[in-house]
């Protein structure tokens, strides 16, 4: 999977989990920074954004073209944030859960968690317009 | 601003004296839709909670410490490919441990803004 310049630009890896699932990797860059000794909300917000972003398109699987361009369009409606914890200067995680895949509207949860995935350190839920 | 705002490339825009304005421009490697040349979300959602951050601080009229407790955002439309997004932030009530904000980023018009958001901070030096 291509991701976009902006995931370039805050230095998300793709990687895959044990059941085969996508998952992103940020390593802990300086560019992230929000308070001091602390990631950005924004930053994880974006990282859940496209963790949940990268989940959509692999459940939406064969609908999506091998050339990297989308035979789906999906389109951001809202996103909903929680931040449970300080984002610390290490590397983050990210996965996103599709809980809905309609015909229309896509409901997808996302977390992020550093250390330990069961004390994540924000959570993201997200609801997508698709146009097949 | 220094650290991830200032690698947005998020400036100063305008303030009061419960709400401040800042501004994104338009950059290539902020963009999420390459086929469409759109913004991502991720540095409009960092845009406003910077916004709605310095909102708080002008409102309790100090930099005391918070912390996001959670942001919502309502994406209406795209933002227009090359144009600067601004971002304003309102902080309406500071109750004894959590600030209440809301804002709306528009790119160039206020009347026909681009985001809707909603959210809450902690405040971490309330006892």
Redesign the interface.
């Known amino acids: 999977m291509i991701l976009?310049?902006?995931?370039?630009?805050?230095g998300l890896l793709p990687r895959t989990d044990d059941d085969g699932r996508p998952l992103l990797e940020m390593p802990f860059a300086?560019?992230?920074?929000?308070?001091p000794g602390f990631?950005?909300?924004?930053?994880i917000?974006?990282?859940l954004?496209?963790a949940a972003y990268v989940a959509l398109r692999d459940a939406l699987g064969g609908e999506s073209t091998g050339d990297g361009?989308a035979a789906v369009t999906i389109?951001?409606?809202?996103?909903?944030?929680?931040?449970m914890r300080?984002g610390r200067e290490r590397t983050t995680f990210a996965a996103g859960i599709v809980t809905r895949l309609g015909a229309r509207i896509a409901n997808v949860t996302a977390t992020a968690w550093q250390d330990d995935r069961t004390a994540p350190i924000a959570a993201g839920r997200m609801n997508y317009l698709l146009r097949r | 601003m220094?650290?991830?705002?200032e690698?947005?490339g998020i400036a100063y825009h305008a303030h009061g004296g419960d709400w401040c304005e800042l501004a994104l421009p338009f950059r290539?490697?902020?963009?999420?839709?390459?086929?469409r040349g759109v913004?991502?979300?991720?540095?409009i959602?960092?845009?406003m909670?910077?916004a709605t951050s310095m909102g708080v601080w002008l409102k309790r009229g100090s930099f005391l410490?918070h912390?996001?407790?959670?942001?919502?955002?309502?994406?209406l439309r795209?933002a227009v490919a090359g144009r600067t997004v601004i971002g304003r932030g309102e902080c309406y009530r500071v109750a004894r441990q959590v600030a209440f904000v809301r804002g709306q980023a528009h790119d160039g018009d206020p009347d026909d803004p681009l985001a809707h958001v909603a959210g809450t901070f902690m405040l971490l030096d309330a006892t």
Do not use: C, Q, W
Request: proline fraction near 12%; charged fraction near 20%; avoid cysteine.
């Open positions: 976009p310049p902006y995931a370039r630009l805050l300086p560019d992230a920074i929000g308070r990631l950005h909300g924004g930053a917000g974006g990282m954004e496209m361009a389109k951001p409606i809202n996103v909903t944030i929680d931040f300080g | 220094g650290g991830h705002g690698r947005l290539d490697d902020l963009i999420g839709d390459p086929a913004l991502a979300s991720g540095p959602l960092t845009l909670d910077m410490p912390a996001t407790l959670d942001l919502r955002i309502d994406y795209p």
